[in-house]
């Protein structure tokens, strides 16, 4: 692999072929770039990446994703050094969390005094917090400032501070008392206090909440950033809104992949090679065939019933996929509820009384619009059978598919984990037992 | 329901229970009391919603699902018009899409005709285009102004303008040349020419763009607005970055629901009931059982190699759960892929290449891990059907779950529609047939 990509990263970036490549990435958007860069190669990507400019260069690889920039750091080498320096802390602190330890120590020790403690001071919160994700550099100003002053501060932190849309405006030791947001401070009259046009009380994270619920936080009230605080309310940075879809799109990701019974990706699909896409899912697989082979053992258990009315095996397929749609069902929607915020953990049982009798509803309509059919194809005896293990299934399959995610969630595992996949498999299992003693039940074998 | 409604929508605000309810509402920020709002039943949310203060009501009406906006607009009746004519245009366009005609027409021609006119311009505009979503209250500047000037038309524009944070210049016919950020101009000198400190060319979208579309150029772009502009490039309005954010959650409940196999519910879970829960899934069930009748029909086909060797039932349920797993996995991938914009259409015939790859060594790899106790279980024939089975269902479920999703989505449907359990319904019943064709060869039967 290295080989490979030292041989085809010359630096002959003259032939017409990397021209033409040149003026192709020089008119796409910064979005469009990344894009593009996420469906290439690592050899090509890196060749590509170089023939940016110096300042576009910097805001693509903000926008990468981190197993991008881990690998481009290892291809440019050398001239990573200045990339990683022009990173706001932020960007910076996620970066080295992905990189080998030695060449995160490299690229720390290339920076200024000012910026390696902005790092390191984020590196300091742990891993999914709010802290992790916030911008540390940001423009405060003590009660009593006037707004004329408040602005006059804001255009001296510059450049230097990634988010200057909100201003906290905070009281003796740092502690917030509000937030003033750039809109409100041009709007007002410059000789007003900004106690009079703040927001307050303010709302603010805290430094150690997931980033997931703080990311929620500035969603929900549309916010352009909110302050994110300690323990005591004193600040330490903002978390803006750009920060706050980063981390939603991420936990999307994490959801949906899990929902499908696969690891997420965490990079762009086409950069994932197939070895990569079998690993990421084989793990699951094994695990739901494991829990599979309960099935196997419960039906070698009926295997008498079975030869005796070969007819009960026709609809084994049939009653375990309806179960396990209705389990999918309920699990997702519960999922992406409890994702959302539109479901605590103590709404548990509400939920699941709910889902119970939504799946014995469910169970009841298809039984009915089914049973003419069932009737038709396999007579009464066995219609009779076929009617109540929907009905028993689907009620089954509603609460076991809506109790688990939020169960999971209590002990603090992440819902999406039990959800679709690993609910089917657990329906299969159970609806068999049931199918088959309400068979012999009926039937009288 | 109605009258329900009326007789516990009493207006004696001052007993004791609902001044202590008022309290809690007052000290809950917005986006809390949008979430207490959701789990209440109607008549208690009506009750609430006029215990809020003015200012914060039209703040948290404004965030409700459109769903609970319609019942709410119901209950308030003559309150409902202070409410509306409060409400920003392009709020105030969603919902009108939502109430029934005449309620629309009522609350419409209370409006001023300046507003009618920015509400009715962006109900021109396809459902679901970035028109419909967009600000149009926007201030925009020609070339040539000064910052100081833009600054001050900023100001005077004031609370009417929805943003203020993405300033367009405009050339002559209002066509977009460039974009400045409200931080650019506080930053920048006053007396400059906003044609200095522009961003140009703006990145834009287009009035006719999918919402869906748009919001994605926001996010990825990192951007607090992006102009709209019609096909002549002429300035409309400005998508804003919490628009995008209500857009692209919307879509993700979407994909969601449909990933799990049931309509999304469009509205907060608790405050949908249990026969809402039933109508969101019910056909979604009865299409996959109908789906599923196939796998009767297959198995009655091979009825009589079914009761000549009995063994081979005992395995069905395995086979079919891991075929829809690995089809899930394949689907939800690609379905996800594909929301980001990570795949494209275009890339149909390298993804299912890849995924196809991909089941493929999956089926080997579950095939020879599970071959030894498959042998010992059920003999060294059974066991060779059953590895040969594993390897064909998995490429085929690979190959249909990653393919089906992206052809839907090249003839315009959405591709979550057909993702996991549809995928899974076709694989149970082409699996099927499969390993029964592998047993008659294997075993000649």
């Known amino acids: 692999m290295t080989d490979d990509r030292t041989a085809t990263t010359p630096e002959h970036t003259d032939t017409p072929a990397l021209r033409d490549l040149r003026a192709h990435l020089e008119r796409l ?117 006037t707004v004329a002053d408040t602005i006059a501060r804001v255009r001296a932190a510059g450049e230097d501070a990634e988010t200057v849309y909100v201003v906290p405006v905070v009281a003796a030791g740092r ?41 929620n936080v500035v969603r929900d009230g549309g916010f352009v950033g909110v302050p994110v605080v300690d323990a005591e309310d004193r600040l330490v940075g903002v978390l803006t809104v750009d920060d706050a879809m980063r981390v939603l799109e991420a936990e999307d990701d994490e959801d949906s992949a899990r929902t499908g019974g696969s690891e997420p990706l965490r990079r762009p699909y086409l950069s994932v090679s197939v070895l990569g896409l079998v690993r990421s899912r084989v793990v699951w697989l094994l695990l739901l065939i494991v829990a599979a082979t309960l099935t196997v053992g419960v039906q070698s258990f009926y295997e008498a019933e079975l030869s005796q009315v ?20 309920a699990a997702t929607t519960v999922v992406r509820a409890s994702a959302v915020g539109d479901v605590r953990p103590s709404d548990t049982l509400r939920v699941v009384g709910r889902e119970m009798l ?71 299992t159970t609806g068999l037992v049931v199918y088959f003693t309400i068979a012999k039940a009926v039937l009288g074998i």
């Open 175 to 215: 502690r917030v008392v509000g937030v003033v947001s750039l809109r409100r401070l041009v709007l007002s009259d410059p000789s007003a206090l900004v106690d009079d046009v703040m927001t307050s009380p303010a709302t603010t994270v805290r430094v150690t909440d997931p980033a997931e619920r703080a990311a």
């Open 29 to 145: 958007d910064v979005p469009d770039v990344v894009h593009e860069l996420g469906r290439l190669g690592p050899t090509r990507r890196a060749v590509a990446f170089r023939l940016l400019r110096k300042d576009r260069a910097v805001e693509v690889f903000e926008d990468l994703d981190p197993a991008l920039q881990v690998e481009l750091v290892d291809a440019l080498a050398g001239e990573a050094a200045a990339i990683f320096d022009a990173l706001d802390p932020d960007d910076r602190a996620a970066l080295l969390d992905e990189l080998p330890a030695g060449v995160a120590r490299r690229l720390l020790s290339g920076l200024s005094a000012a910026e390696r403690a902005a790092t390191t001071a984020l590196l300091g919160h742990p891993e999914e917090s709010a802290g992790r994700r916030m911008s540390p550099e940001v423009v405060s100003v003590p009660l009593g400032t």
């Open 310 to 329: 070969v007819a009960l095996a026709l609809f084994v397929p049939l009653l375990i996929g309806t179960g396990g749609n209705a389990g999918s069902q």
């Open 358 to 428: 939504t799946g014995l509803l469910l169970g009841v309509t298809l039984a009915t619009v089914g049973v003419g059919p069932a009737i038709l194809v396999a007579g009464p005896q066995i219609g009779l059978v076929l009617a109540l293990t929907v009905v028993a299934v689907c009620t089954l399959a509603t609460t076991v598919g809506s109790s688990v995610p939020l169960l999971a969630k209590r002990v603090g595992i992440d819902p999406a984990i039990v959800s679709a996949p690993f609910i089917s498999t657990f329906v299969d």
